[in-house]
């Protein structure tokens, strides 16, 4: 056992790498280090070891047999380990609901409704997290995720949640005096402000999209400021750093208080599904069907809020 409390899983796991990838190049990228870090990791563990692991074969390496014959244990350990720290998130989650959502409409949207889906949840408690991809959903132990993406994987399931405008706003003091505020001209020349979705929603409109539908051309759009965040967007947008083009839903409080205001209104709003996701064979599957019904109710009978899909 005293091998055991100096394990060298980072060597062992480069050495799986080189294994799989027969190159210490594409083992480096694999792991996200450098070659030399690979190439480093293994020398070490064969100096521990006192035996040769790999071998130079042409451009990239092999092997040796001594190494061969024990990589599926190493292999099995791997996927031990995995299983074992899956099992601790899950028992640690057993009374745990977990949704994941952008922090922007967790924060404007989903947290104050949580109390109308209390009784879907039952005795469970809710914990939010910021969003995640959605093939990696299990292995995050996410029982519920929203997600502008429409998911077609065999092992999630999906119901609609609502549709959004997305529309150009800015502050009122950016268009003081202009006349063409609801033309697309009044966006030739104001700075542009740009939201990187997170959860792989690269679905999301740009301002590429949005010039496109209009019909209307514009150099240098992809310049300006860059915000992880709609909420961050939006606080740049009411200090008049520029316009930015976001959901509706997101700006609705900005826009009941005049801070911001709607632009450009003669051009067609882009629309995007938002949607709720969750493992068909996850350990909370029934429960994320009875708690994604129960949003969408929620959604459906706001009618201050963007139309529900289908009604």
């Keep these: 056992m005293a091998f055991l409390r100096?394990?060298?899983?980072?060597?062992?796991?480069a050495l799986a790498a080189a294994a799989r990838t027969g190159s210490l190049t594409r083992a480096a990228d694999e792991l996200g280090v450098t070659p030399g870090a690979v190439g480093h990791q293994l020398r070490q563990l064969e100096d521990r070891l006192g035996v040769k692991?790999?071998?130079?074969?042409?451009?990239?390496?092999?092997?040796?047999?001594?190494?061969?014959?024990?990589?599926?244990?190493?292999?099995?350990?791997?996927?031990?380990?995995?299983?074992?720290?899956?099992r601790l998130r899950f028992e640690r989650r057993a009374d745990t609901f977990t949704i994941a959502a952008d922090p922007s409409?967790?924060?404007?949207?989903?947290?104050p409704r949580l109390g109308n889906v209390r009784a879907a949840l039952g005795r469970l408690d809710v914990r939010i997290v910021v969003s995640i991809a959605l093939d990696s959903m299990l292995e995050e132990g996410i029982d519920l995720a929203i997600s502008y993406r429409n998911s077609t994987a065999?092992?999630?399931?999906?119901?609609?949640?609502?549709?959004?405008?997305?529309?150009?706003?800015?502050?009122?003091?950016l268009i003081r005096n202009r006349t063409d505020q609801d033309s697309a001209e009044v966006l030739s020349r104001l700075p542009l402000l740009h939201i990187d979705q997170t959860m792989g929603d690269d679905v999301y409109p740009t301002w590429a999209n949005w010039f496109?539908?209009?019909?209307?051309?514009?150099k240098n759009i992809d310049h300006g400021p860059r915000f992880p965040l709609t909420v961050l967007a939006a606080q740049a947008s009411l200090s008049g750093m520029g316009a930015l083009l976001a959901?509706?839903?997101?700006?609705?409080?900005?826009?009941?208080?005049?801070?911001?205001?709607?632009?450009?209104?003669?051009?067609?709003?882009?629309?995007?599904?938002?949607?709720?996701?969750?493992?068909?064979?996850?350990?909370?599957?029934?429960?994320?069907?009875?708690?994604?019904?129960?949003?969408?109710?929620?959604?459906?009978?706001?009618?201050?809020?963007?139309?529900?899909?289908?009604?």
């Design 6 to 13: 100096d394990l060298p899983l980072s060597a062992l796991r």
């Design 53 to 86: 692991l790999v071998r130079r074969e042409g451009n990239g390496i092999a092997l040796t047999r001594i190494a061969e014959a024990a990589l599926p244990d190493i292999d099995r350990g791997f996927d031990a380990l995995a299983s074992g720290l899956r």
């Design 105 to 111: 409409f967790a924060s404007l949207w989903l947290a």
């Design 154 to 173: 065999r092992d999630l399931a999906s119901a609609d949640l609502f549709t959004e405008r997305v529309v150009p706003a800015c502050a009122p003091a």
């Design 212 to 218: 496109a539908a209009a019909g209307r051309l514009r």
């Design 247 to 311: 959901s509706e839903l997101m700006l609705k409080e900005h826009f009941r208080d005049g801070q911001l205001v709607e632009i450009a209104r003669v051009i067609p709003a882009l629309t995007i599904k938002r949607r709720l996701v969750w493992p068909v064979d996850g350990p909370k599957a029934r429960r994320a069907a009875v708690v994604a019904a129960a949003l969408a109710a929620v959604a459906k009978a706001e009618p201050d809020d963007p139309r529900p899909i289908g009604s």
